[in-house]
């Protein structure tokens, strides 16, 4: 590749006792944090949220200055030097200020000239990172209208303009799929190899294990630095999958999350993947989970099962909203939602393609697929945001052309970048969807109170949710959504950018209610997330061009070299070989 890096070498950040606080926080945001990360690799910075990733971020990028201790970037004081920092400094943050209303190319000069980049070294520089993020056959099209990785490689490209030594990533996998997250990690690899300094915050800790090293923080403090292989392998002999022979996986988990053996468990395909406390033997497990002759298979460990342990294990047993939820009548072969030949276009160009599936009771269904290929155009059919161009979208037999406003009490939607009202309060918010959904006088303020009690909201009641860390948010989302007690719920993209302690609660919650007979339709970019789905489908250029269980997707793509593929690699696979047939067909 043609050098988008400067040289570079010997290039570090160093901090020595460094401390953040905010004033009405009992705990500083960033704890005498010590530590020196050199260039030639990327760095992660891992932690759930409100670990204090940010924060740290915005301090090596000179936004706010520590309460006390030392920061060195680049040989630089962030604050005092923060001219020449900005000089050799690439920051991106999670909501990176593209404009939307200017095209490609136009958000390329705009980054040109406010880092003085003129002349022939601009038409260069320039020429170098529409090649080098795949961008040059898209200079004249809106930034708006991009899709979400686009908008990453675009944001990323912005950032380089200037030829940073340093650069810093906030969340930058946020919303992206694995086939651009894997182009976005592939550009930083190369970025790292050519000897800049790369940061890289996450909350997927799938990425984290990309990194020469990573830093856990948690509630401020660093609480691990080092290689992520390292951790992972104290989890040797502790990481173990078990089917149910009786019941379902869902019940399974469940009673596995009570076990004071157990310190985590998630869904993985047609398995239920359980974290065992140190110490713990796991020949006694079937017996005590009630299915005496279930199979326990020892798994290879990932990072995620030790960071959740070093936090010391879910904090989550039991779903306390699935019990204030009412269990749904109705058979388990009912026909919930209907895609028959579904096709939507914007003029000549159609982004769902004759799309047909079934949804049963009681039955999680995802959609997955790339940014742009046409999921969310179909889910918003399907919950009647968007009218059909033909076809028919179907919820309890009723045609959401014509009987949307009877099926819209039976239905819970809770939106990708959830639809809060950022000026009004969680109490206020709370009391306005609950009118919207009907609701009033003693049975709305029941109700309230039930969400209130169930998600510990009393002392964020007078908060606006814009101040509020994300799976606050979300938790307010998911209750909102719910407050009409719907049978069938949307979900897109519900759990985009929390951290795994988040995610397992809202999964938690999730389940409990589908083992009551509520119906869940899910997207997704999260590939772990997509095994607690009972089908999938997969949906690319508008078409579905795969569908079934997690396992059979993975199986779909599964070789002699690699028997057990990742939900990932199954979805990329997939992705991939389809181009393949389309070019030589």
Excluded at 189 to 207: F, N, Q
Excluded at 256 to 268: C, E, F, R, S
Excluded at 444 to 473: R, S, W, Y
């Amino acid at each position: 590749m043609t050098q988008i890096a400067s040289a570079t070498a010997g290039h570090s950040i160093v901090l020595e006792g460094v401390e953040k606080r905010f004033a009405g926080l009992t705990k500083p945001a960033v704890a005498s944090l010590t530590t020196r990360i050199d260039s030639g690799a990327v760095m992660g910075l891992v932690g759930p949220d409100g670990a204090g990733k940010t924060t740290l971020i915005r301090i090596l990028a000179g936004l706010l200055k520590q309460d006390s201790g030392t920061v060195r970037v680049a040989n630089l004081d962030p604050i005092k030097s923060d001219k020449e920092l900005h000089a050799v400094l690439g920051y991106m943050p999670q909501k990176f200020g593209l404009y939307e209303d200017l095209t490609v190319m136009e958000n390329l000069t705009l980054y040109a000239d406010l880092r003085s980049v003129i002349g022939e070294q601009r038409r260069t520089i320039v020429e170098k990172l529409l090649a080098f993020t795949d961008l040059a056959h898209f200079t004249d099209r809106l930034a708006g209208k991009l899709s979400g990785g686009m908008k990453q490689k675009l944001g990323l490209a912005c950032t380089l303009i200037g030829q940073p030594k340093v650069l810093l990533l906030d969340e930058p996998g946020v919303g992206v799929d694995p086939i651009s997250r894997r182009e976005l990690w592939k550009m930083v690899h190369e970025l790292a190899d050519e000897g800049m300094l790369i940061l890289w915050s996450t909350s997927y800790l799938d990425e984290a294990e990309q990194c020469r090293q990573v830093l856990l923080m948690n509630e401020g403090e660093l609480i691990f630095n080092g290689p992520p292989q390292e951790l992972t392998q104290r989890m040797a002999g502790r990481s173990i999958l078990i089917s149910a022979t009786q019941g379902t996986n869902r019940k399974l988990l469940q009673k596995a999350l009570t076990l004071p053996q157990i310190t985590d468990g998630v869904i993985q395909g047609k398995a239920v993947r359980l974290i065992l406390r140190k110490g713990e033997n796991h020949r006694q497990l079937p017996e005590l989970l009630g299915q005496p002759n279930a199979n326990v298979v020892e798994a290879e460990p990932r990072f995620e099962d030790a960071f959740i342990d070093l936090l010391g294990g879910n904090p989550e047993s039991e779903s306390a909203l699935a019990k204030i939820m009412p269990i749904v009548e109705g058979s388990a072969d009912d026909i919930v939602i209907e895609s028959r030949s579904l096709t939507k276009k914007f003029g000549s160009f159609a982004a769902t393609d004759n799309v047909s599936f079934q949804v049963r009771r009681g039955e999680i269904f995802g959609l997955l697929g790339p940014n742009g290929a046409g999921k969310s155009t179909t889910f918003k059919m399907m919950c009647g945001l968007l009218v059909p161009t033909s076809g028919k979208a179907q919820v309890l037999g009723m045609d959401l052309k014509t009987g949307a406003g009877n099926v819209r009490q039976h239905l819970g939607y809770m939106a990708q970048k959830f639809s809060l009202y950022g000026n009004l309060t969680v109490e206020q918010n709370l009391k306005f969807f609950s009118g919207a959904y009907g609701l009033h006088g003693k049975k709305q303020k029941d109700k309230i109170g039930e969400m209130v009690d169930t998600f510990n909201f009393t002392p964020i009641l007078k908060q606006e949710p814009n101040a509020l860390p994300l799976g606050f948010k979300q938790r307010l989302a998911l209750s909102c959504a719910l407050m009409h007690e719907p049978d069938i719920l949307f979900l897109d993209e519900p759990t985009s950018g929390v951290d795994p302690i988040t995610r397992r609660e809202f999964w938690l919650h999730i389940n409990g209610m589908v083992e009551q007979g509520v119906t869940v339709m899910v997207t997704t970019h999260f590939m772990d997330e997509a095994e607690y789905c009972d089908r999938v489908g997969l949906v690319y250029r508008g078409k579905i061009i795969a569908s079934g269980s997690p396992d059979d997707l993975k199986q779909q793509v599964a070789t002699a070299d690699n028997p057990n593929p990742t939900m990932e690699q199954a979805f990329i696979d997939l992705v991939l070989g389809y181009d393949k047939e389309d070019n030589n067909g």
